[in-house]
């Protein structure tokens, strides 16, 4: 899941997953999820590409184990 204020588009894989891809003044941040299901003893490449054209800026990534737990945040 990604909690973003700004524009957002995330790659996995190689191949888009998710785009949000516009920042208005005065829209609030939203979070956006995309399901996935990954194997687990491959590596697979993320790409997080963000903009923020007006403050506040924040982005948050989540990642959701298949076990029900979460990750901590990697706040940028």
């Not at 891809?21 to 829209?27: E, F, R, V, Y």
């Not at 956006?32 to 963000?50: N, Q």
């Amino acid at each position: 899941a990604v909690d973003a204020e700004g524009g957002v588009q995330v790659a996995l894989n190689e191949r888009p997953t998710l785009r949000r891809w516009s920042d208005k003044k005065g829209d609030p941040a939203d979070i956006a999820s995309f399901p996935v299901f990954l194997d687990a003893d491959r590596t697979y490449p993320i790409k997080v590409e963000y903009f923020n054209e007006y403050a506040p800026a924040r982005l948050r990534v989540y990642w959701f184990p298949s076990q029900g737990l979460q990750s901590p945040p990697a706040e940028c």
